[in-house]
């Protein structure tokens, strides 16, 4: 199995830092990466695909970028609603896996 | 509006089984493939299964293969997973996800439901 590094594990930031959050893959994946943000007791809710396409909807202060095999999604300026966790996922092989999460509290 | 709404989770014994159930609205169902992905208790997530568009193609994780068995009604835009033989480890929030695509080597999951729990204990 392909294997997903994240890190940290977890943050502290305030409102209107920009945070940046990595995402390590064992193995080539290509841009076959997925990050997604969770809210306590909510869905998960996708923000980008293929390593740096912005999904429809999602604010632009997201992004995503690609190096080699380390994946990154920053948000340029942290807004109070951005405060949830963060899980990085691979497409590239079955089976799909994801990072272990990045919990991006409050200052 | 374009949303997944499952049901059917609950508390069963170990070796018990349970049918869990999700209902697709606002998009054309049998366009795409759907999956479960399931969160174990202060854990990550973990998919588990998934289904083409027309079920003619199914996978699933090593985890559950030959417990669970995934399909899917287009009649009735809903996606089924039959759980057997459930262990103490399958305890999760099960997702059901949609993904942007019919079938393909590789998909990520474009929309969520809000998930519905599966307690596995005596």
């Known amino acids: 199995d392909i294997q997903m590094t994240q890190s940290p594990s977890s943050l502290s930031a305030s409102v209107g830092d920009r945070v940046t959050i990595t995402c390590r893959a064992s193995?080539?994946?290509?841009?076959?990466l997925a990050w997604y943000q969770q809210k306590p007791g909510k869905a998960p809710k996708s923000l980008i695909y293929a390593a740096s396409s912005l999904q429809t909807g999602v604010p632009s202060r997201f992004s995503g970028s690609t190096s080699g095999t380390d994946f990154s999604l920053t948000i340029s300026s942290l807004q109070p609603e951005d405060f949830a966790t963060y899980y990085c996922?691979?497409?590239?092989?079955?089976?799909?896996?994801f990072g272990q999460g990045t919990k991006l509290d409050i200052k | 509006e374009v949303q997944l709404l499952e049901s059917g989770g609950g508390l069963v014994q170990p070796g018990g089984s349970l049918r869990l159930s999700c209902a697709a609205s606002g998009f054309t169902f049998i366009n795409y493939a759907m999956n479960w992905v399931r969160q174990a208790p202060g854990k990550g997530l973990e998919c588990v299964s998934s289904i083409s568009g027309g079920a003619k193609s199914t996978y699933y994780a090593d985890s559950v293969k030959g417990r669970f068995t995934i399909s899917r009604d287009n009649s009735k835009n809903t996606l089924y997973l039959q759980m057997n033989t459930l262990r103490v480890e399958d305890t999760a929030v099960y997702f059901c996800?949609?993904?942007?695509?019919?079938w393909g080597s590789g998909f990520y999951f474009d929309l969520w439901g809000r998930g519905t729990l599966v307690t596995v204990s005596s």
């Open positions: 193995q080539d994946i290509s841009n076959l």
């Open positions: 996800a949609k993904a942007p695509v019919t």
């Open positions: 996922q691979q497409y590239y092989r079955y089976p799909f896996t």
